[in-house]
Structure formats: structure tokens, C-alpha cells
């Protein structure tokens, strides 16, 4: 089993950055896929970055690319997500996700086994 417990959530301006935090127990994330995902009430969840498990291969979504940094720090078992020149439309609650699967960085859902229980942003315009 794995723990996920994600942090740095929070209220900024538009413009503003902010770093999630996503800190795993139980297991070592060093052979796991993650990825972080996040969802607006009324709405379906949706991928925003993930990194493969070697951390050789990356995604982002189009509408992150270029402003959001997925990186892992294995020997602190967490992953972050780095996010600059936030815009109101990232408001959402981002979730951490780990998976086995030694392919590529995949945004499948199904590919991921364990959720972190999610942090707020929001982004004021």
C-alpha cells in the first residue's frame, strides 16, 4: 500500500506560482509511475502532468505546458509539481497519484492505483 498526501495548496493572484507537495508513505515511490491530476466540481477529472517512474519521461497537459514542472525526489519519496503564471482556470483541487507502470509518462487514469486525498488551489483574477 501506498500513501499519498499532497500540500502547498493555497489562494494566489493570477500571475502567482505555487509548488505542490506530494509526499508518499507505506512504500518507495522509486518504482512507481505518478502523476497529478485535478478536478472542478461538476466537472471530470483531468490529467495535468505525470512523470515515468525512472523520471526520464514527462507529460503535461496543453493547457500547463510550459508553466507547470513535474519533477520527483526519490530520496525524499515525494513528487512536486511546480506551478508559475497560474490563471483562474487552474483552480481546481490537484490530486497526486502513484501507479505501477514502466512505460512511458502516461495521464491514463487507469494506469494509477493510489490517490492522494487532494489540496485546493485557487487562483484569484
Known amino acids: 500500500q501506498v500513501q499519498l498526501v499532497e500540500s502547498g495548496g493555497g489562494l494566489v493572484q493570477a500571475g502567482g506560482s505555487l509548488r505542490l507537495s506530494c509526499a508518499a508513505s507505506?512504500?518507495?515511490?522509486?518504482?512507481?509511475?505518478m502523476g497529478w491530476f485535478r478536478q472542478v466540481p461538476g466537472k471530470e477529472r483531468e490529467s495535468v502532468a505525470a512523470?515515468?517512474?525512472?523520471?526520464?519521461?514527462?507529460y503535461y497537459s496543453d493547457s500547463v505546458k510550459g508553466r507547470f514542472t513535474i519533477a520527483r525526489d526519490n530520496a525524499k519519496n515525494t513528487v512536486y509539481l511546480q506551478m508559475n503564471n497560474l490563471k483562474p482556470e487552474d483552480t481546481a483541487v490537484y490530486y497526486c497519484?502513484?501507479?505501477?507502470?514502466?512505460?512511458?509518462?502516461?495521464?491514463?487514469?487507469?494506469?494509477?492505483?493510489?490517490w492522494g486525498q487532494g489540496t485546493q488551489v485557487t487562483v484569484s483574477s
Open positions: 497519484a502513484a501507479g505501477v507502470w514502466y512505460g512511458s509518462a502516461t495521464s491514463d487514469e487507469a494506469t494509477y492505483a493510489y
Open positions: 507505506g512504500r518507495t515511490l522509486s518504482r512507481f509511475a
Open positions: 512523470i515515468s517512474w525512472s523520471g526520464g519521461s514527462t
